[in-house]
């Protein structure tokens, strides 16, 4: 029940935290089945591209039903959600041991034993994207019950709430290496692990009295909440989504623009609104944000391996140390943060944190450097996620679980079709650059190959021709390579720049209101 008629049910706050705690499992377990040899690749025979797309099966599912489910989530009721999300799991892990148990059989050899894999991997994939419906339904649940729990202090809250995925890496990836052997001999282990805390939050959740949202209980339509998103945010979010879709199922870019098209006409004259302006601005905002924190992710955890391998360390140490500081500073420090500065005094030092954090890591040298540097950047990106929803829950509570959930959604979605080829058209320039000037020019364009994403053109390294070398220039080659990847850092900066800017610009707006309050409805 809401904060406002008692004390809230700190079970049910619990039950969503560990919730998400499920989520982190997953992503985490499936991380390490599809990336380590030994495990998947192995087991199923997959290469590296069958590997990836495994992966990416667990994501944008993920993202797309956040979003589904905030339209319907209100009318099917947050327990049916959380029942659903616990049958997505089990469903994957069922689906995971039936793939096993194919490639399993005995007397499996030759074109069998391909058929066997073959067989194996349908049922990953698809157990792959019922669980990514599972995990974006948790968070579809946990966002706006802890916002309603909390509608007095909910930026506070829901950045503790948010604590739990970062925790959750931290203690999957420890229990992932402390069980290295035991899944060495038998992955599904690993699986298992999922079922720890899924098991907890259901029994923790299945009988709690979740509150009605505050969008609900203060007598705001259906048709009032839609309208806060508008037929703008429906268009950022529909292309988003058809996008995505199409990207998986091979559509053409005209059904893609037909169906968002079709789609917020549809929206707009069912609202009447085009949607928020204020909304639709951190809409916005949500695609660098999202960006800046999961699309460099990949490449500064690159950097941090490399020390660390030749000291002899496990790679997972990085992910498991970078999410260690968000865990600390979103569940004991976000309250005095938000208390001292304000949700958008957070976020614009947290912008600048990030812009000196990814400035200093992009010419950073040696293992105390690199991992100085790495936890100025983690310190930069840690509040920027939760303290988002916070502020749209605070601003926009008409939207409900609508606006709180979509614009997570627009942030995951809009780094894999926008932000991640963006980031890594910066990466390659940053390589030419650097490749030239260790070598020249020449040889960067006799080992380079022409290729296209949505913005144009652009060059790229070409593995084949680097590995066909002659070892000294090789040695040169791979050492700018290197440099280039660390150098472009510097050029993602913009993200978090252009995201300052923004935020110095909401601050200026709410100053000229009075200041920024929180609306009640």
Not at 304 to 310: F, S
Not at 331 to 337: H, K, L, M, S
Request: charged share 15%; with cysteine; glycine share 12%.
């Amino acid at each position: 029940m809401s904060s406002q008629d008692s004390q809230p049910d700190m079970k049910l706050f619990w039950g969503c935290f560990i919730a998400l705690i499920t989520t982190a499992f997953a992503f985490i377990t499936r991380a390490f089945l599809v990336g380590d040899p030994s495990f998947w690749p192995t087991t199923f025979g997959l290469d590296q591209v069958q590997g990836q797309v495994l992966f990416g099966a667990g994501i944008w599912p993920f993202a797309i039903s956040i979003i589904v489910f905030s339209l319907i989530i209100d009318q099917i009721g947050y327990r049916a959600a959380m029942i659903f999300s616990f049958i997505c799991y089990a469903l994957y892990a069922f689906l995971a041991f039936q793939a096993y148990g194919v490639v399993s059989a005995e007397g499996l050899s030759g074109d069998a034993l391909k058929a066997a894999q073959s067989e194996a991997y349908d049922l990953l994939y698809m157990g792959s994207i019922i669980l990514g419906l599972g995990n974006g339904t948790v968070e579809a649940f946990i966002n706006p019950v802890v916002a309603t729990m909390f509608n007095k202090d909910k930026t506070k809250w829901l950045n503790i709430l948010h604590a739990g995925w970062p925790g959750g890496l931290v203690i999957g990836g420890i229990l992932t290496i402390v069980l290295g052997e035991q899944a060495a001999e038998d992955w599904r282990i690993l699986i298992y692990l999922i079922a720890i805390p899924a098991i907890v939050y259901l029994v923790m959740l299945l009988k709690a009295r979740f509150p009605v949202n505050e969008r609900v209980s203060s007598g705001t339509t259906y048709k009032e909440m839609l309208a806060e998103f508008g037929a703008i945010g429906a268009l950022i979010a529909g292309y988003l989504i058809f996008r995505q879709l199409g990207m998986v199922f091979g559509w053409s870019d005209n059904m893609v623009y037909g169906l968002t098209a079709v789609g917020t006409v549809a929206y707009g004259l069912y609202c009447k609104s085009l949607g928020r302006p204020l909304l639709i601005f951190m809409c916005i905002i949500m695609i660098p944000l999202a960006t800046t924190e999961l699309g460099t992710d990949g490449a500064i955890t690159g950097l941090m391996e490399e020390p660390l391998k030749a000291a002899g360390q496990h790679p997972l140490l990085v992910l498991i140390y970078t999410s260690a500081i968000m865990m600390i500073l979103r569940f004991w420090f976000a309250g005095p943060i938000v208390a001292k500065l304000g949700p958008l005094g957070l976020l614009a030092t947290s912008a600048v944190l990030a812009i000196a954090g990814l400035y200093l890591l992009s010419s950073a040298s040696g293992l105390f450097a690199v991992f100085a540097c790495a936890t100025l950047y983690g310190f930069g990106k840690t509040f920027f996620w939760p303290t988002t929803l916070g502020v749209v829950s605070e601003q926009c509570p008409k939207g409900g679980a609508l606006t709180l959930n979509a614009i997570a959604g627009i942030g995951m979605l809009a780094v894999g079709i926008l932000g991640g080829p963006v980031i890594g058209k910066m990466t390659e320039d940053s390589i030419k650059v650097s490749v030239e000037e260790a070598t020249s020019v020449e040889t960067y364009e006799s080992i380079s190959k022409d290729s296209t994403y949505f913005l144009g053109a652009y060059t790229a390294i070409d593995g084949d021709k680097v590995g066909e070398l002659p070892e000294e220039k090789k040695s040169k080659v791979e050492e700018g390579i290197q440099n280039g990847k660390q150098g472009s850092l510097a050029s993602v900066a913009i993200f978090p720049f252009f995201m300052l800017a923004c935020y110095i610009a909401l601050i200026l707006y709410f100053k000229n209101k009075g200041g920024y309050k929180p609306v009640e409805l």
